[in-house]
């Protein structure tokens, strides 16, 4: 026999014992009872998916070395300011610096560092970059007047970003636990049914440039609203793409960014398998394992169109993706110009109800002016509530499901183990009582009821005292 372990329980994880008078595994708990394999291959399972079983390495180093003569006529552009450093041609040069807008003075030659693999040439050009931002704040009633002046749309910059891409096949091995709940009655009973399985899922799936933002000055949320990018019309790196952009030089390495890239390889791949668990009512995911395969990271510049201002001493900082058009930024709000509308709403709708009022009843009693009031101020908060929400678009992306390769999942395990089922019986004119036999309500479902084929279901009379 096998040796003696602690075994979990797989409806309520209390710990079993074994009860020699059934030669079964018993909870003191729930007192469900299984077969020693049944608990032995439960256990088993959620063992070999247990956090900390994970194998995320990467062992490739991505980039390479400048040749002799490459980085001749770059210079290093520091900012006192934010500690921003941007790398810049000597016939393009920066006067300002793309992050924060205070100017730059150049610290020296470029060399060391990485040298990209790849890179995304610029798609689109400055007057593409500034219609967007027109085009961005159009409608847009509550932002203050300053952003829409030309001469500052002009100061917007384009700047290569670099960015570490992660590519790999995922082995996932993961286990749920899942319920199926039916209820029904008789003229005494009202009765749960609650059947318990394990679904175990194995397989793969790969991943493709998932980016991590290398650049500490550009932030990873603002960078994340701007993807995708499209790395199919990458190209191998050459300096000539650098003429006539700023580039940044990367101060987040490829080491620090793996933990983000593992994070939201492993979000999507939960998602992924997590969907193929069907036809149950509740669905938990009791482990998830990885193990890449094939891992490799490479250095990329992605191109981008930047702009930043300050307006009242906060910081706006917008960006536009320069392959696609993507343009995103959140932008400030306008107090005088809230409040204006706040009372134009509130006046129009004050009328429009007071109108509707009115002719609805024939009077506008002290009633209906307190209802018109109260209407009016109710619409201005929504009115210019929605206002606001025009005005934010930055988002961070936790997944990585879009650089997922189509069709690379495949499944390998694909099981849905049954393991014990239970039923609870609770007279109907009481439900607080609980029936014979039923020792404790099984974790994982409250009153909740299904009707899938039972006879009659009353939930006033469950809920009844
Ligand atoms: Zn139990
Ligand atoms: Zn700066």
Not at 60 to 68: H, L, M, Q, V
Not at 159 to 173: C, G, R, S
Not at 454 to 464: A, C, P, Q, V
Request: hydrophobic residues 35%; aromatic residues 10%; glycine residues 8%.
């Amino acid at each position: 026999m096998a040796e003696v372990k602690e075994y979990k329980c797989p409806c309520c994880s209390a710990e079993l014992t074994f009860d020699s008078e059934s030669q079964k595994m018993k909870c003191p708990y729930c007192e469900s009872e299984f077969d020693i394999s049944t608990v032995q291959d439960y256990n088993e399972q959620l063992a070999a998916v247990a956090e900390g079983s994970d194998d995320m390495s990467w062992e490739t180093s991505p980039g390479s070395d400048w040749s002799d003569g490459e980085t001749n006529g770059m210079s290093i552009y520091s900012c006192k300011s934010c500690g921003g450093e941007i790398i810049a041609d000597s016939t393009t040069g920066a006067a300002s610096c793309p992050y924060c807008g205070n100017p730059v003075v150049m610290s020296g030659h470029f060399s060391g560092d990485l040298r990209p693999d790849i890179v995304i040439p610029f798609k689109l050009d400055k007057e593409a970059a500034k219609s967007a931002l027109i085009k961005h704040m159009d409608g847009k009633k509550l932002l203050p007047k300053v952003f829409r002046e030309q001469n500052h749309i002009d100061e917007i910059k384009g700047i290569y970003v670099p960015v570490w891409l992660f590519d790999a096949e995922a082995d996932a091995d993961l286990a749920f636990r899942c319920t199926k709940v039916r209820s029904w009655a008789d003229a005494q009973f009202n009765y749960v049914e609650t059947k318990y399985y394990q679904a175990v899922r194995a397989g793969k799936i790969s991943f493709a440039n998932v980016p991590v933002d290398g650049s500490e000055k550009m932030p990873d949320d603002l960078m994340e609203s701007i993807e995708p990018f499209n790395v199919d019309e990458a190209v191998e790196f050459s300096t000539a793409y650098l003429s006539g952009y700023l580039a940044d030089k990367y101060d987040v390495t490829a080491e620090q960014s793996i933990e983000r890239a593992n994070e939201r390889i492993r979000s999507s791949a939960r998602d992924a398998f997590t969907s193929t668990v069907r036809g149950f009512d509740t669905v938990t995911c009791e482990g998830c394992r990885i193990r890449l395969n094939d891992a490799k990271s490479r250095y990329a510049l992605y191109p981008v169109w930047i702009l930043n201002t300050t307006w009242e001493n906060n910081k706006y900082i917008f960006a536009m993706n320069g392959q696609t058009g993507k343009f995103v930024g959140d932008l400030p709000v306008d107090r005088k110009a809230y409040w204006k509308w706040f009372a134009i709403i509130a006046v129009i709708a004050f009328i429009v109800i007071a109108i509707g009022i009115f002719m609805f009843s024939g009077q506008l009693n002290s009633n209906g002016t307190l209802g018109s009031a109260v209407g009016s101020v109710l619409s201005a908060f929504f009115g210019t509530g929605s206002m606001r929400s025009q005005l934010k678009s930055v988002r961070q992306n936790s997944g990585a499901a879009v650089y997922e390769k189509k069709n690379s999942m495949q499944l390998s395990d694909d099981r849905d183990i049954f393991l014990n089922q239970k039923v609870e019986k609770m007279p109907r004119n009481n439900s607080n009582i609980q029936g014979p036999g039923a020792g404790g309500p099984p974790q994982g479902h409250g009153p909740s009821v299904h009707n899938d084929g039972g006879t009659i279901i009353n939930i006033g009379d469950l809920m009844k005292k």
